[in-house]
C-alpha cells in the first residue's frame, strides 16, 4: 500500500465509496509503537521464565499510534471547524485509517482500525499562523 500524507480518523465511517473514516487530516510525524503483554520472572533457581499473552492466532501484539497533525482549514472547513472536531475526538473511541492505505477513492475497509484517541493541547506554533500541530495518540482497542 502506497504512503499517504494524511490519515482517516472520525468516529463515524463513510457509508459508501471509500468507506473509510470521514475526516482526513494531514500529518507530519508517525509513529508506530507495538504493544506485547508479557511478563519475565525468575524462578527460585534463577532460571528466567517469559509469559506472553496468547490467543489462538498466536501472540497478542496489538499497534499503537502516535501522529503529529496538522491542524489548517482544509478539506472544505474553517481552521476553527478542524480545531473543534479534533477536540470532539479526545476520548472518544474512533476509526483509524493509517497513512499507509490505498488510493483515495478505493475502498479503505481492510485498513480501518478501532482505536481510543487522546488529543494534546493546541499550542500556537507561531504568531500568524495558521494552523497547529498537534499531537494525537491513538490505542489500539481492537480486543
Same mark, same amino acid.
Given at each position: ?12 465511517? %463513510? ?14 510525524? *508517525? ?20 509469559? *506472553? ?10 499497534? +499503537? ?16 471547524? *478542524? ?6 475526538? +479526545?476520548? %472518544? ?12 477513492? %478505493? +475502498? ?34 481492537? *480486543?
Amino acid at each position: 500500500m502506497p504512503l499517504q500524507n494524511h490519515i482517516h480518523l472520525s468516529t463515524a465511517l %463513510q457509508p459508501s465509496g471509500e468507506k473509510a473514516p470521514d475526516l482526513k487530516w494531514v500529518v507530519t510525524d *508517525r509513529l508506530e509503537i507495538p504493544v506485547k503483554f508479557m511478563s519475565l520472572k525468575r524462578s527460585l533457581s534463577g532460571v528466567l521464565r517469559m509469559h *506472553r499473552l496468547k490467543d489462538t492466532g498466536g501472540v497478542v501484539q496489538l499497534t +499503537d499510534f502516535k501522529y503529529t497533525v496538522k491542524v489548517q482549514a482544509d478539506y472544505g472547513y474553517t481552521l476553527e471547524q *478542524r480545531i473543534a472536531q479534533l477536540r470532539v475526538l +479526545d476520548g %472518544q473511541s474512533v476509526y483509524l485509517c493509517d497513512s499507509f492505505h490505498v488510493t483515495d477513492g %478505493q +475502498d479503505h475497509m481492510t485498513a480501518v482500525r478501532s482505536m481510543v484517541a487522546s488529543v494534546g493541547d493546541f499550542a500556537p506554533i507561531g504568531p500568524g499562523l495558521p494552523f497547529f500541530l498537534v499531537d494525537v495518540e491513538l490505542t489500539d482497542a481492537s *480486543r
